[in-house]
């Protein structure tokens, strides 16, 4: 780990301990590595000792990290723990703020940032680290002039910076009313993940995708940021990441929501601007084939299928008990139940279906299914626009000023009117009667359950 870094780590966190914010706390380390093991051994000397490591590769799950074992976030900090406090020494350190931020955790207080590790600012400007931020820069460079000289009448690039779903989902669906009010006619959107390219072929920009890596991102914002943006030509899709005026923070003032953000702070849309429905593939001949094909293969009924999403990166996981309940009271009615989960790590509910679905075809999958019910994510603003039951769990916590569920309402984002968007109440009994009571044959079930004390 570089001088430096460790020296702005040292003083960080001899900052966080004056300010008492080790007091009688369950200290977390985010990240099993390198500087994990440093934030151990700094508190060490300071009699201050790590309770827990977390980290997200599966494989160092179980695992241990001079003496402290390592465990997946979501099996330790979940339910949430008000006691915990966690350092984070990454240059994924925004995708983590994200992730802990479902759970419930607070930025600069309960998530606490270590090390500036792909910031835009150096906490000491040595000759070394002088090089190495032009070095950054000058890679960063590189990619952009790539992009650039793969279409020298380019007018705008695109940048989303993070790997997330939603935000890559919302940032496209302002896109085309930008291009349109600035006479954009060539563009390039740059992206690094699979998962947000389907994004851009939902709404007719594939042809418009630069792939690039993680760490060329970070060279890339890292170029923009020094150069102005490139001289206005790049427009990064993103609240909080890279800007420093942390307008992110803002978030749910005076009904301030997600979509606003982008719309208004980063697109500066006329207001009362509506985002895109995105319709590229809608209904196309390999979009309905590909429903038919999933739905026979999984015996599945049009019509007749609940899918659940009980996974998020955005709001904490609910009692598995919940899940298993309304299975059974579904199954009871002769529903197909499916779990939408993308890897192994996101386990089917007991007596369901696993189903994972591409996402260019999403809308089509839940519209032939008929009923969606799903903590809130990113996908749920993919299937906001589906002709079908979407029934939205919302954390029952604060975002900023005001509640999680004012920001990130579908409904008030205008991506859909007609989602029925309910506030967990930590009450299983109780969320079974609200959401079972949404779906078609239940009312009369649910009297006679109620009057047998069920």
Same mark, same amino acid.
């Given at each position: ?5 460790? *020296?702005? #780590? ?10 008492? =914010? ?15 093991? $440093? *934030? ?22 179980? +695992?241990? @990290? ?38 419930? !955790? ?58 997330? =779903? ?35 072929? @939902? ?9 690039? &890596?993680?760490?060329? #991102? ?25 800007? &420093?005026? $942390?307008?992110?923070? *803002?978030?749910? !003032? ?44 999984? $015996? ?17 996981? =609910? ?15 002769? !529903? ?15 007596? +369901? ?7 260019? !075809?999403? @809308? ?48 008030? #984002? ?19 009667? @609200? ?20």
């Amino acid at each position: 780990m570089e001088h430096s870094l460790l *020296i702005q #780590m040292h003083d960080k966190i001899d900052e966080f301990e004056k300010q008492g =914010l080790f007091n009688n706390k369950f200290i977390v380390v985010f990240g099993s590595n390198e500087p994990a093991e $440093r *934030i151990m051994e700094y508190l060490a000397s300071k009699n201050i000792f790590v309770n827990a490591l977390v980290d997200n590769n599966k494989k160092k799950d179980g +695992t241990f @990290l001079n003496g402290v074992k390592v465990t997946l976030p979501d099996k330790l900090l979940l339910p949430k723990n008000n006691k915990a406090v966690i350092l984070i020494a990454s240059k994924y350190y925004p995708e983590m703020v994200v992730q802990l931020n479902g759970m419930g !955790y607070k930025e600069g207080t309960e998530i606490l940032k270590v090390v500036e590790y792909s910031s835009f600012s150096a906490p000491v400007l040595t000759e070394d680290e002088f090089e190495k931020r032009c070095s950054i820069v000058l890679r960063g460079e590189k990619i952009y002039k790539n992009i650039i000289d793969s279409n020298s009448h380019i007018q705008k690039i695109f940048i989303c910076p993070l790997i997330v =779903l939603g935000d890559a989902y919302v940032g496209m669906s302002c896109m085309r009313e930008y291009i349109k009010l600035n006479n954009i006619t060539e563009y390039a959107l740059v992206l690094v993940n699979r998962a947000c390219s389907k994004i851009a072929a @939902l709404f007719g920009f594939d042809s418009h995708v630069y792939s690039i &890596t993680r760490e060329e #991102m970070n060279e890339l914002v890292q170029y923009a940021v020094f150069s102005d943006m490139a001289d206005k030509k790049i427009l990064i899709l993103n609240h909080r990441h890279p800007y &420093t005026c $942390r307008i992110g923070e *803002i978030g749910n !003032y005076k009904n301030i929501n997600f979509m606003d953000h982008f719309r208004y702070s980063i697109f500066n849309l006329p207001e009362g601007n509506m985002p895109e429905v995105p319709n590229s593939i809608r209904d196309s001949k390999e979009s309905k084939q590909y429903v038919e094909q999933l739905f026979n293969k999984n $015996r599945l009924v049009k019509g007749k299928t609940v899918i659940i999403f009980p996974y998020a990166k955005t709001a904490a996981k =609910l009692d598995e008990k919940f899940w298993i309940k309304l299975v059974i009271k579904l199954k009871e009615q002769g !529903y197909k139940v499916c779990t939408n989960s993308s890897s192994d790590s996101e386990p089917a509910i007991e007596g +369901t279906i696993h189903l994972f679905f591409d996402i260019r !075809y999403a @809308l089509e999958t839940v519209e032939a299914a008929g009923y969606v019910i799903g903590l809130r994510s990113g996908l749920c603003d993919v299937i906001s626009t589906a002709k079908a039951k979407k029934i939205i769990i919302y954390p029952d916590r604060f975002y900023g000023p005001d509640s999680f569920i004012n920001f990130f309402s579908l409904n008030k #984002m205008n991506l859909c009117d007609d989602a029925v968007e309910l506030v967990w109440k930590n009450n299983i009994e109780e969320m079974l009667e @609200l959401i079972l009571g949404e779906i078609e044959f239940h009312q009369a079930v649910l009297f006679v359950n109620k009057d047998k004390g069920v």
